[in-house]
């Protein structure tokens, strides 16, 4: 199928945002959101949003992909992706008044933009699903016990690093503070510790924290309360080369809560070993849009029918 794009601006308060909606011109009943990590606009790292939208709507589902207030061309003052559930509120009314077919809306998010569609989740009544890839539930100490279990003891035994070491190539002392540091933030965790599969340690990016994402108070649990109230099936896609998935696979190991909502039927998850934090790989993002899609149609058949 060829691809139609429609651009349109649209209210959320006093602002005014900016979306984009690709489709094949066909109707159909279910579409997909598209809910930026940040601090991004529409398009996304290595156009992965644009790509998305225009695959989907190649296959029959109009796709929408818009930006939040205070980011690309959407007026008002930027804010974190806690704060933007109004931004998706407006954007899925947008999106049905553009596409009166639409009567169900699949969320597509990835790292804080996955967060915030974990919590958008209950908000509108057209919301039928989400699609997760690497949810951002950072917390100091479980990034400290995550660098230290998947970076610094994996280093400790790279034969690569202790080359560095004698050349020179390390400042060590520096090295070893930084371990310590995160040896008494990792002590900081209460309860019993998880094994969680390792890779070694060139093959995983370690994405610095964007600085609009403030910390959250009781971000998990707000995560977790929008996917358990909603009731609605979702996806969740993890890399293999990244630290905020180690972070989510470690929370969903060690918590009971989030167990339980990860050992529900109604939850797909997919391991994509070799891709990185933001599916910078052709292959890796392409697995990702098919995995997307198949999904979806496995939903329409059942669970979104609901």
Partial sequence: MGVIEQALIFDCGDDSLLGVISSSGQDSS????????GPQYRVGSHRQFVN?????????????????RGMGDATGAQRSFAEVGDDIQAAIEAFVAAAPGLRKIVLWGLCDG?????MAMPAHPLIAGAVLLNPWVRTAEGNASVMLRHYY???LFDGRFWR?????????????????????????RQGASASVAQT?????????????????PDLRQRMLDGLTQSGRPFAVLLSGRDFVAREFQQLTKLDSGWRCAMDSKRVAVKHFEQADHTFSRVEDACEAERFT???INLQASSSFRS
């Fill in 30 to 37: 279910i579409g997909v959101l598209i809910v930026v990590g």
């Fill in 52 to 68: 998305l939208a225009r695959f989907l709507a190649r296959h029959g589902i109009p796709c929408m992909r818009f930006d939040y």
């Fill in 114 to 118: 996955a967060s915030a569609a974990c």
């Fill in 153 to 155: 003891l994996q280093r």
């Fill in 164 to 188: 560095k070491v004698l050349r020179g190539d390390v400042h060590f002392v520096g090295a070893l503070r930084s371990l310590m540091a995160t040896v008494l933030g990792a002590g900081k």
């Fill in 200 to 216: 070694a340690p060139q093959q995983v990016s370690a994405p610095a924290k964007p600085p609009h994402l403030a910390d959250v």
């Fill in 293 to 295: 899609l198949e999904w």
